[in-house]
Nanobody
Framework: QVQLQESGPGLVKPSQTLSLTCTVSGGSITINSYAWSWIRQPPGKGLEWMGVINFDGSTYYSPSLKSRTSISRDNAKNTVYLQMNSLKPEDTAVYYC????????????????WGQGTQVTVSS
């Protein structure tokens, strides 16, 4: 059973950079066909797909976030990272990492595994 665990700072000041970690257990992040996405949910709003790193290391981002977002991985640590710069208060959200096979995007029914999410608040 694949398990995902997000971790991060909790509180970040506006204009700073957010760095989140998704530690994966029970399966390799390089296993063929799997895609590892970051998804967020602002308070009172729906889920928003942010971007993905695929099993082969390729990355894709939501056009609205592409200029501020970077997703990377450490194969040896079986960990996926999210970095987002120039944070704004509207980036306040619960951030999730999620895994799916051969899919990345906003159809959240297609994700097989989810982390429990980590709250990020952007405030001075």
């Amino acid at each position: 059973q694949v398990q995902l665990q997000e971790s991060g700072p909790g509180l970040v000041k506006p204009s700073q950079t957010l760095s989140l970690t998704c530690t994966v257990s029970g399966g390799s992040i390089t296993i063929n066909s799997y895609a590892w996405s970051w998804i967020r949910q602002p308070p009172g709003k729906g889920l928003e797909w942010m971007g993905v790193i695929n099993f082969d290391g390729s990355t894709y981002y939501s056009p609205s976030l592409k200029s501020r977002t970077s997703i990377s991985r450490d194969n040896a640590k079986n960990t996926v990272y999210l970095q987002m710069n120039s944070l704004k208060p509207e980036d306040t959200a619960v951030y999730y990492c999620a895994a799916s096979t051969y899919y990345s995007g906003p159809d959240y029914r297609k994700y097989d595994y989810w982390g429990q999410g980590t709250q990020v608040t952007v405030s001075s």
